[in-house]
């Protein structure tokens, strides 16, 4: 996606000055639903933090048996990416600074109502429209935060 905004932001622009009525609307719309500098740079942060994610998912998926010995390690290191990112954000703080980052609540995983059952009881949801741009002001942080904590409560590799 972010790979694509320059041809996006081309798009729009370009839209915008074509002399069929058509086009023109079309470049509108495209404009009402383009995310914000902002939303495009909250996105670029988490793509940053889910990186490592993505780098031992593949070393992992790579492998033709996924043992321990391959996992550990993989995973040893991711915790420690993740909580050296965390506390780079937050030097000295081992925990979260603000109430924000740590109002993370841990039980909602154990909720299976937090996933859904698949059904979609409400229609009228899936065709809201947002009329406001997404509040990313610290986002990242936050996620980065929330991670971290969960590294320290649920992963225990160590050995």
Excluded at 98 to 103: D, G, K, Q, T, V
Excluded at 105 to 123: A, Q, R
Excluded at 124 to 131: G, K, L, R, T
Aim: include cysteine; aromatic fraction near 8%.
């Amino acid at each position: 996606m972010i790979e694509l905004k320059p041809y996006i932001e081309m798009l729009s622009t370009s839209l915008g000055l074509e002399e069929e009525a058509d086009a023109r609307a079309d470049g509108r719309r495209l404009k009402a639903i383009m995310i914000t500098d902002a939303e495009w740079t909250a996105v670029q942060g988490l793509v940053e933090l889910l990186e490592p994610f993505d780098n031992v998912t593949n070393y992992i998926s790579g492998s033709s048996y996924p043992t321990m010995s391959i996992i550990f390690p993989a995973m040893k290191t991711l915790k420690k990416t993740i909580l050296n990112e965390a506390s780079h954000e937050n030097p000295g703080h081992e925990e979260p600074q603000s109430a924000s980052e740590a109002s993370f609540d841990f039980d909602l995983m154990d909720d299976p109502d937090m996933y859904g059952d698949g059904i979609d009881d409400n229609d009228a949801a899936d065709e809201a429209e947002i009329e406001e741009p997404v509040v990313t002001r610290g986002l990242v942080t936050t996620v980065r935060a929330a991670m971290a904590q969960l590294f320290r409560t649920y992963c225990d590799v160590s050995y």
